[in-house]
């Protein structure tokens, strides 16, 4: 499977990873995936409705909490109220602009 690797595409070059979904798949929420990638990291990918792949964070973990707020769309706190507050909700806007430039790479 290809995923659109987003750091090094524009709507000239488009660089892709090549993982196999099933196999490296450790987590999902309806469109959404964490993958195993190399030396312990995670791509957090999202599946186009036309069946292409697009990489919107590089994770050193598995952050469930993270995936199912951007497959949802429900943002986590914003303010320090709770430890990870303000690092937790600015890392889901990173996500969701990431998906937005994405997806005008591949549909411009």
Same mark, same amino acid.
């Given at each position: ?37 190399? %030396?312990? #990291?995670?791509? &957090?990918? $999202? =599946? ?36 990870? %507050?303000? #690092?937790?909700? &600015?890392? $889901? =806007? ?15």
């Amino acid at each position: 499977m290809k995923i659109l690797n987003t750091w090094k595409s524009d709507k000239v070059k488009k660089e892709y990873y090549n993982l196999n979904l099933h196999t490296a798949r450790e987590y999902s929420n309806g469109r959404y995936h964490i993958v195993s990638h190399v %030396g312990g #990291a995670y791509l &957090y990918i $999202y =599946e186009t409705e036309n069946d292409g792949y697009i990489a919107f964070n590089c994770l050193g973990g598995i952050n469930k909490d993270h995936l199912d707020s951007v497959a949802t769309k429900n943002a986590p706190c914003r303010y320090m109220t709770v430890p990870t %507050g303000t #690092a937790d909700y &600015y890392l $889901y =806007e990173r996500a969701l602009e990431t998906i937005e430039r994405a997806l005008k790479i591949i549909n411009p």
